[in-house]
């Protein structure tokens, strides 16, 4: 998919100096990893705790565990989780490794920029100016630093995205590897599969209208009546998603009903239907659709739609999709949006913002020169960027590189043409005076870092010598809940033990007594400490009665506590004196039951084999 290394040669002395910052900054991290865990409530340990999880699950032989976690419900897909989860199972777990998806993705990054940037130009001098722009400057960009050596997810994004994009623009396009790399990506994160997807539709809709035009003509409407389920089950997809958007639960008759339930079991039905429909009328539909269309459907729209019948994960995506994935974002305007991304851009991603104002400029003169596909997903990245409910800087990482490239683009067509070894060093003097410029002041918020708070392995040393065994922990924390916890304790034991810790509002009440009361956890650790700020749905920092809940049990004594000055918390360790009152709970799931039924029925009817010739339709 690259141009002809006589051609692209230029385009290596930036890619190395390229790689060369991101290893050093790896390196820098490898001196001091507890530099990074600086936040109780970030992300990045619940990304960790996954793959830790993962990880031991494959070290000690559990399937059981193994699936379990792929499949729980979360918002984000397990892709990083699992690569990360199966390397630590060959090297062992450790926090250390917690970046090693983010430094790969900055890696890949740069070398996709410089090929997307090779086949853009037919110049090679002109490649070489663009591309090693390009890289130069995502490559010194302080906040993509940041976010390259993280434990998030946006840098292993925008190297998948930019690889689909790649893909995608190569000619002839490779079907079976672009399906497979939209898989990918959506099993990494939903919104970056969702503004590619876009991206290419967009960018081939001049292609896509006359096909579908046909693949109508293929249906039997004579036979409509047998498409029933189909539509009903779609009717009640899309009631469910509006639902969701409004309220996680109904009560109907005083019956509690979950959206997320009826957009499960309607998602289930319509896969089915549509398969029955496939197997029915799959003759015309072969003819209808052609080979990179089929390719399409097979390896990517058939995994990807099974991959949501999971329990959770279709109403993960719904919520993505909701204007009410707002987080802890006030509400806000367009022009609100738009001046708050441009700071970030100006004075986070950009090392000074004269910089972020050229790259603009040249990215938009660029958009004139570059693939269609590129110049769509830059625009729907940027627009979902300003339209998202919830403003957070770091969602730049993903379309950045892209228009990165675009002004690349823009500024090697205003240049003049230069001798190839001039247009190979010119890119590296740029990268070099790049870094000499002053951090910017955005550079750590733009990235969620915290460069001045304590730093959370300093809480977890006051536990160290915590006996963790088998039976797990019962965690309660004054700050609510938090993966830390997770992923350092199993960690200790390189074992799955059970982390147990009580609903964040709930502690004093009830729930709190309960989980108390029949927990089988032989250890207790209470961690009494200030949150650091405000979470998503509260008013204030959390400042929950931990001494009060256990003052009110005796199930449960005090063996160890010691206190963790930087951090202004007590730490302290209990024993069980007994076993439980009662067992916890059993979670019913049937309607995670039949969604399974509805996805191995599924897949059966579209692997059963086909009569030869298939079913004729009117139109056959």
Aim: with cysteine; aromatic share 6%; glycine share 6%.
């Amino acid at each position: 998919m690259m141009a002809p290394l006589p051609r692209s040669w230029p385009l290596v002395p930036i890619v190395v100096l390229g790689l060369g910052l991101v290893m050093a900054a790896a390196v820098g991290h490898v001196a001091d990893p507890g530099a990074l865990w600086r936040d109780p409530y970030h992300d990045r340990h619940s990304h960790l705790a996954s793959a830790m999880t993962l990880s031991l699950a494959l070290r000690l032989g559990d399937p059981v565990a193994f699936v379990l976690e792929l499949a729980r419900p979360t918002v984000w897909p397990p892709l990083q989780a699992l690569a990360l989860g199966a390397w630590m199972a060959v090297v062992g777990p450790g926090a250390s490794w917690a970046i090693l998806p983010s430094v790969l993705g900055w890696a890949v990054t740069l070398v996709t920029l410089a090929m997307l940037a090779a086949r853009s130009c037919a110049d090679p001098s002109r490649a070489a100016l663009a591309g090693g722009l390009a890289v130069a400057l995502a490559a010194t960009s302080p906040a993509m630093a940041r976010l390259g050596t993280d434990a998030m997810m946006e840098l292993p994004g925008a190297a998948l995205t930019l690889l689909v994009l790649c893909a995608a623009t190569a000619r002839p396009v490779p079907w079976r590897w672009l399906a497979v790399l939209l898989t990918l990506l959506a099993l990494h994160k939903y919104n970056y599969w969702i503004m590619a997807v876009a991206a290419l539709l967009l960018a081939a809709t001049p292609q896509i209208l006359p096909w579908a035009r046909q693949l109508l003509r293929a249906v039997d409407r004579r036979r409509a009546t047998e498409d029933a389920p189909l539509r009903l089950a779609a009717l009640a997809l899309a009631v469910a998603a509006l639902g969701l958007s409004v309220d996680p639960a109904w009560r109907v008759g005083g019956v509690l009903v979950l959206p997320a339930h009826v957009a499960v079991l309607a998602w289930g039905i319509a896969l089915l239907a549509a398969a029955r429909a496939w197997r029915r009328r799959g003759a015309a539909f072969d003819v209808a659709l052609g080979d990179p269309a089929r390719i399409l459907l097979a390896w990517h729209a058939w995994p990807v739609a099974l991959w949501l019948l999971v329990p959770g994960k279709l109403p993960a995506l719904l919520g993505f999709l909701s204007p009410g994935h707002a987080g802890a974002t006030a509400p806000h305007g367009l022009i609100d949006a738009i001046a708050f991304h441009w700071q970030g851009f100006a004075q986070g991603f950009s090392p000074h913002p004269a910089i972020a104002a050229a790259v603009l400029v040249f990215a938009v003169l660029g958009a004139r020169r570059a693939p269609l596909a590129l110049v769509s997903f830059a625009a729907i990245g940027v627009l979902a960027l300003v339209l998202h409910p919830q403003l957070q800087w770091r969602f730049q990482a993903t379309v950045l590189p892209v228009v990165w490239l675009l002004a690349g683009l823009g500024a090697a067509a205003l240049l003049p043409r230069m001798a190839p070894a001039v247009a190979a060093a010119l890119p590296c003097l740029v990268a070099l005076l790049l870094v000499a410029l002053p951090t910017p002041p955005l550079a750590d918020a733009a990235a969620i870092r915290r460069p001045d708070a304590p730093r959370d392995l300093d809480l977890v040393a006051a536990w160290d010598d915590m006996p963790v065994a088998a039976g797990g922990v019962l965690v309660l924390a004054s700050i609510g809940r938090s993966d830390l916890f997770d992923w350092t304790l199993r960690l200790r034991c390189r074992c799955l033990a059970p982390v147990e810790q009580p609903p964040w509002l709930e502690f004093g009440d009830a729930p709190a007594h309960i989980a108390i009361g029949s927990s089988a956890a032989p250890v207790l650790l209470a961690v009494t400490m200030p949150a650091p700020y405000a979470v998503a749905g509260r008013d204030a920092p959390a400042d929950l009665p931990v001494a009060a809940v256990l003052a009110a049990q005796s199930r449960y004594v005090e063996a160890v506590a010691r206190e963790a000055p930087l951090h202004d918390a007590r730490v302290a360790w209990w024993r069980a004196t007994r076993p439980p009152a009662a067992p916890p709970p059993r979670r019913r799931g049937l309607i995670e039951l039949a969604a399974a039924l509805l996805g191995l029925a599924t897949i059966a009817t579209l692997a059963w084999p086909r009569r030869a010739g298939g079913t004729p339709c009117a139109s056959a």
